[in-house]
């Protein structure tokens, strides 16, 4: 850490602290001696810091002062940088034009030479281009109003179209959590109508509302079990997978592994659970040599159909 960091930070934790702050503590925290956070001090006394002293307690900052809310070094920036690139490559129009202008409101306020350094990085770095450039962007629901429910555990009703039949017909749910995918919104919560866990994509919600009604989750919210949860609708799928693409497979896989074992010293034997047949039918296409079906018949029912329909496509 550089003295600019170092001190950027200093003032920051001053502020922040709740009783006044030692010389040996300071130096503790940031690993220096006594002699360098004394020249911190006379250096933010030089910028006009209102830093405070008590003999009995140590130095504090004037009550009421504030510093500038973006304080960013080079490396910090790259990073908010490569979020907002990641944000920005997404399908969901919506989440790109806020994208944006969180970048417009942090160029206003950035020193010129940041500034300068954040439009290089805009200008020369791609997240995820293949959805950057070749997904046409589309609306992916209200998850703002979602979140602000979420927040303040407020129970939500809405219309929802089925995705089985296009039905449309009124929820209501306590949402949990909030999960963007690959190019959707999802909310997580306790369906009312089912009295259960249920999932729902945003983008086939409307006249969402905010219902007065608080909710108390049940029990501690387990942000994994939420998301990796099975239930009813839930197989069991067993896969062997070859070694070479074992680690693309489990970073891709939408599931949770709940056994692996190595069957050969190139193959290992993975099981998951899965709801949607069809999803992970056409998902497992990826891995076609390096990875074989082994169960539920179900599957390898679908499985042999779909590639029947691509041979008769070819011919």
């Given at each position: 850490?550089?003295?600019s960091?170092?001190?950027?930070?200093?003032?920051?934790?001053?502020q922040?602290a709740?009783?006044?702050?030692?010389?040996?503590?300071?130096?503790?925290?940031?690993?220096?001696?006594r002699?360098t956070?004394f020249r911190d001090?006379?250096?933010?006394s030089?910028?006009n810091?209102?830093?405070t002293?008590?003999k009995?307690?140590?130095?504090g900052?004037m009550?009421?002062y504030?510093?500038p809310p973006?304080?960013f070094?080079?490396?910090?920036?790259a990073?908010?940088m490569?979020?907002?690139n990641?944000?920005k490559?997404?399908?969901d129009?919506?989440?790109?034009?806020d994208?944006?202008?969180?970048?417009l409101?942090?160029?206003e306020?950035?020193?010129e030479?940041?500034?300068?350094?954040?439009?290089s990085?805009?200008e020369?770095?791609?997240?995820d281009?293949?959805?950057n450039?070749?997904v046409e962007?589309?609306?992916?629901?209200?998850w703002?109003?979602?979140?602000?429910?979420i927040?303040?555990n407020?129970?939500i009703?809405?219309?929802?179209r089925?995705?089985s039949?296009?039905?449309i017909?009124?929820r209501?749910?306590?949402?949990?959590?909030l999960?963007?995918?690959?190019?959707h919104?999802?909310?997580i919560g306790?369906?009312?109508?089912?009295?259960?866990?249920?999932n729902?994509?945003l983008?086939r919600m409307?006249?969402?509302?905010?219902?007065?009604?608080d909710f108390?989750p049940y029990?501690?919210?387990?942000?994994e079990?939420?998301?990796?949860?099975?239930d009813e609708?839930?197989?069991r799928?067993?896969?062997?997978?070859?070694?070479?693409a074992?680690?693309r497979f489990?970073?891709?896989?939408?599931?949770?592994?709940?056994k692996?074992?190595?069957?050969?010293?190139?193959?290992?034997?993975i099981?998951?659970?899965?709801?949607?047949?069809?999803?992970?039918?056409?998902?497992?296409l990826?891995?076609?040599?390096?990875?074989?079906?082994?169960?539920?018949?179900?599957?390898i029912?679908?499985?042999e159909k779909l590639?029947?329909?691509m041979?008769?496509?070819?011919?």
């Amino acid at each position: 850490m550089n003295s600019s960091e170092r001190r950027m930070k200093l003032i920051l934790m001053l502020q922040q602290a709740n009783r006044r702050i030692t010389v040996d503590k300071i130096a503790e925290k940031f690993d220096v001696s006594r002699r360098t956070v004394f020249r911190d001090f006379n250096a933010l006394s030089e910028m006009n810091v209102p830093v405070t002293w008590d003999k009995y307690h140590g130095y504090g900052i004037m009550q009421g002062y504030k510093i500038p809310p973006l304080m960013f070094t080079s490396k910090e920036l790259a990073t908010i940088m490569v979020g907002l690139n990641f944000v920005k490559s997404q399908v969901d129009k919506k989440l790109v034009s806020d994208a944006k202008g969180v970048e417009l409101k942090i160029k206003e306020v950035l020193p010129e030479e940041l500034n300068d350094f954040m439009e290089s990085l805009n200008e020369r770095m791609v997240v995820d281009p293949y959805l950057n450039f070749g997904v046409e962007k589309m609306d992916g629901g209200d998850w703002y109003m979602i979140s602000s429910a979420i927040s303040e555990n407020k129970s939500i009703e809405f219309q929802y179209r089925s995705k089985s039949n296009e039905r449309i017909s009124g929820r209501k749910i306590d949402p949990y959590l909030l999960v963007f995918y690959r190019d959707h919104w999802n909310v997580i919560g306790h369906s009312h109508k089912r009295d259960a866990i249920r999932n729902f994509v945003l983008d086939r919600m409307s006249d969402i509302q905010i219902l007065k009604e608080d909710f108390v989750p049940y029990g501690q919210i387990d942000v994994e079990e939420l998301i990796f949860r099975s239930d009813e609708t839930s197989h069991r799928i067993r896969v062997d997978v070859y070694e070479s693409a074992l680690k693309r497979f489990q970073a891709n896989l939408p599931a949770k592994i709940i056994k692996k074992l190595k069957k050969k010293p190139n193959l290992f034997r993975i099981e998951f659970f899965f709801d949607n047949l069809d999803f992970i039918n056409e998902w497992l296409l990826q891995f076609p040599k390096e990875v074989k079906l082994i169960s539920p018949d179900i599957l390898i029912e679908k499985r042999e159909k779909l590639l029947n329909e691509m041979i008769e496509k070819i011919n």
